[in-house]
C-alpha cells in the first residue's frame, strides 16, 4: 500500500481540504522546523506501525501469478489443438465421411492424451434442441452458438465430482461458410493437475467457475475459509469462465485505530508544510469515489463484480458483463500480463554484472537475468558500433527471434550501437536467416541476431557478423576485453526500421520453383520461422500445413530443437496422419533444418548433406564440401565420388561460415542441421532455404521422396546424445580425455573433441560451445561394431570422471 492510499484510510478525501480555509501568508522559519521535525517522527511511526498486510497480500498475488500464468497457458493451449490446421482439415473430412471420425479422434487424443470424446455438428445449428443433448445439453448448446459467432467458445466444466469434465468448442472450415462445429469433451484432470501442481502448498487459493449470470460454481475450495478480516479478490483465467480467488487481508494493521490517527495528523502537518511553502493550490492525492473502509465490508457475491478484464483471442481487452472496467479493480498490479499467459511482465531486476563465461566460441550467450539484460546488451552494442565504424562495415542491421526477453535487449543494444555513432537499422522479429540476408542486401555484411537459438526459453544471446566476417573465437572473446579496457567510439548514430519479410521471399522464390507441388507439414515449434517458413515453401510451389506456427517464446509444445528425435514426434504424427510427401521442423530462430519421411524415419543432417553435395556438385565439380565432426563417415566417401574435396572441420556456425569464405567452398553442413549455401545464395545458414533447396531436389526426382531420402548411405548410429555437466565443466572434461583416452585400434582427431574413427564405424564426445553439455554421437556398419565403440568410449570416459551419468 503506497503512502496515498494510506493517507486516503487515515480519514483525507474529497471532504476535508485544509486548504479551504487555512490562509497563512507568511513563512515561520521556526514553525517549518518543528513542522518538519514532527512529520518525519510521524512517518517514522507509520512506518513501523502501518505497513503490516501489504507484505502477505503480496505474496499471495505474487503466488497467484504463477498460477494464472501455468492454467492461462495450459488452457490457450487446449484450445489451440482444436484451431490446428491439421485438426481442422480432419474434422472437415469428418464431417463429410463420418467414418473418418475415428481419424480426427485417434489425432486430437495425440495432442491431448486427457481427451474423452469429440462430437461434430453439422453448419445448421438451429435445429439443434437441448433438451435432444443430453443433461447438460442446454449449456453445450450455448457454447456452440458462440463458437458461431467467434470461432471458439471460453472453455468451461460440466457435471459434478468425478463424472465432470472440461468443454471446448470451435468452428471448422471457413469463417464465412463454416462446415460444423467441433465439441471436445476432456477429463477434467487436465486441469486440476495443472492448477494443483502450479500451488507451493494445497488449499491457499481457489477455483471457480463463473459466468458473469449464475452463482459460481465451486472448483477447489480454499483449505482454510477466509477469516474475517479477509477478503477474496477473483481473478479470470483467459480464455475459460474460471476464476482464481485469492485471500486478502483488508486491515492496514493490528494497530489500526493508532494508525489512522497518526495518519491524519501527519496529513494535516503534511498540508500545513506546503502552505509555509507556498506551494500551488492542494489538489488531492486521490479521488475516491466511495468510503475505502465500506470495501472491508463487501461480501462475495459483491466481491465477484472486482476483477480484472480479460483478454480474447483477438488480444484485446474485453470488459465483464457487469460493466465493470480494469481501472475499476481494487487488486493491485499482479505483474501478470493476461495478453500473453506464459509469461509475467518485466520486473525490476537488480543489475546483471557482465562476465567473461557468456562470451564463447562462436557468439554470446546468457541467461536472461542471471548473465544477461538490456544493459549488457548495451555494453556489446558499444563494441560492436566500435568495431563495425573502424572497418567501415556500417549500418548495423538489428533482428530478434520470438522470445519474451529480445525486446529490452533488442534495445539495449540499438542503443550501444548507436552511442558509438555507428548507423542502426532494426528490422524487427524474423529468422535468422533474414536478418542475415538484410545485413548483404542493405549494407556491407554487419547485423547481430539476438537470439536464444534451440535453447530453453530462458536463455538469450547475440550472433554478430561484421563485414561478412561471423564473430568467433578470438574476436568474440575480444569484445569483452574491448569493454572493459573502455576502448569504445562515442557519437551519435541513426536509427531506422525496414521490414524485408517481403524481400527476403521474392529472392528465394524467383530462383526456386518447385518441378511438380509436394506435400509438406512445417513444425516451426513456436519459434520465429512461424512468421514467414509456410508462406516461403508455398511460394515455391509447396502445398504447406504448418504446425505450432505461432510464436510463443515460452515454446509451449516441445522444445525448439529439430536435432533432438523427442521434439519430432508431433512432425512425424501429423506427416501419416495427413498423408504428407515429407515433413520439415525448424528450431528456434529457424536456422536449423530437420527433416522426416512418411514412413516416420528422421533424416539426420549428415545424410542430407549427401543429397546437398551431390546436387551442388553437379555444377561445381571439384569444389570443396565442408562438415562438422559429428557427421557420418559416409559423408567424405560420398563427396568423394561425386567429385568433390571432401573437409572436416570444427563444429560452430561461425567458424563453419568463417572457413567457407576462406576456402570459396559452395557448400557447408553440420549435424546439428546448420546448412550453409554460397552457390546460388550468400554463404549463411537459413534452415528455410535449405528447406526450399531440399524441396527442389525431391520435387526434381521422379521418385517418391520418402524413396529418395530411404536410398541415401545409411548405418547404426545415435542421434546427439548429450550429458549434462555444471558450467564451465565440459571444456575441462574433453581437455583431460584428449590426454588421457587410449583407442590402439583407431585414428584420433581432436580438431574439436574427441573422434575415434575405428575401421567399421567412429565416436566423439565433444563439448557444447552453448550449453554446459558434452555433446556424444557414435556410428557403425552394425548393431555389433556401434555396441562395442559405444562401451569403448563408455569405459574412456568413466576413466575420467567415475559419476557421469552417461545415456547409453
Known sequence: MNIKQKLALGGFGKSFNVLEFLHLKQLNPILLIGAGSALLVLLAALILLGGGSRTGNDERLEQSRLTISQLGGSIKNLRRVLQDPQVQELAVIAAADREKLSSLQQYVRGRIPELSEITLFRPNLSSLQGRDMGAYGYAELDMLMSAREDGLAPVQIHGQGSGAYLVMTAQIGDAGSPAGYL?????????????????????????????????????????????????????????????????????????????????????????????????????????????????????????????????????????????????????????????????????????????????????????????????????????????????????????????????????????????????????????????????YELGNGTGVMITGSHNPADYNGFKILIGGITQAGEQITGMYQRIKSGNLRVGKGKTSTKKMLDQYRAKISGDIQLQRPLKVIADCGNGIGGVCAADVLRDIGAEVFPLFDEVDGSFPNHHPDPSEPENLVDLIESVRLMGADIGVAFDGDADRLGVVTRDGEIIYSDRLMILFARDVLSREPGATIIYDVKCTGHLHHAIEAAGGDAMMYKTGHSLIKNKMKELGAPLAGEMSGHFFFKERWYGFDCGIYAAARLLEILA????????????????????????????????????????????PDARINTIDGLRADFADGWGLVRASNTTPILVLRFEADTEEGLKRIKDAFRQQMLAVRRDLKLPF
Open 700 to 743: 526434381a526426382d521422379e521418385r517418391e521422396p520418402t524413396e529418395v531420402l530411404n536410398s541415401l548411405p545409411n548405418s547404426f548410429s545415435t542421434p546427439e546424445l548429450k550429458v549434462q555437466l555444471q558450467e564451465g565443466e565440459n571444456q575441462a572434461f574433453v581437455s583431460e580425455m584428449q590426454e588421457k583416452a587410449n583407442f
Open 183 to 439: 465439441l471436445a469433451k476432456v477429463k477434467q484432470e487436465a486441469l486440476i493437475a495443472v492448477f494443483s501442481a502450479s500451488l507451493p502448498e494445497p488449499g491457499i487459493f481457489s477455483l471457480d467457475q463463473f459466468n458473469g449470470r449464475f452463482p459460481s460454481t465451486k472448483i477447489i475450495n480454499f483449505t482454510e475459509p477466509p477469516s474475517s478480516d479477509q477478503r477474496i479478490a477473483y481473478i479470470r483465467v483467459p480464455g475459460a469462465l474460471f476464476r482464481i480467488g485469492v485471500k486478502q487481508d483488508t486491515h492496514v494493521s493490528s494497530s489500526s485505530g493508532l494508525s489512522r490517527f497518526l495518519l491524519l495528523v501527519a496529513g494535516l502537518l503534511l498540508l500545513a508544510l506546503g502552505l509555509l511553502l507556498k506551494l500551488r493550490p492542494y489538489e488531492p492525492a486521490i479521488k475516491l469515489e466511495e468510503d475505502p473502509l465500506q470495501l472491508e465490508q463487501q461480501n462475495e457475491s459483491q466481491v465477484e463484480k472486482d476483477v480484472l478484464a480479460h483478454v480474447n483471442d483477438e488480444g484485446h481487452e474485453a470488459e465483464e458483463k457487469t460493466g465493470i472496467s480494469p481501472g475499476d479493480s481494487n487488486l493491485p498490479d499482479l505483474g501478470f500480463n493476461l495478453e500473453h499467459p506464459s509469461m509475467a511482465h518485466k520486473r525490476d531486476l537488480p543489475p546483471v554484472e557482465l562476465v567473461e563465461s557468456i562470451f564463447r566460441a562462436y557468439d554470446i550467450r546468457g541467461i536472461v537475468g542471471k548473465t544477461l539484460d538490456a544493459e549488457v546488451a548495451r555494453q556489446v552494442g558499444q563494441v560492436v558500433g566500435s568495431l563495425t565504424l573502424e572497418a567501415e562495415a556500417g549500418p548495423v542491421i538489428v533482428a530478434r527471434d520470438g522470445r519474451e526477453s529480445g525486446p529490452e535487449l533488442v534495445k539495449g543494444m540499438i542503443e550501444g550501437i548507436s552511442s558509438t555513432g555507428c548507423d542502426v537499422v532494426d528490422i524487427g522479429a524474423v529468422p535468422t536467416g533474414v536478418l542475415y540476408f538484410a545485413a
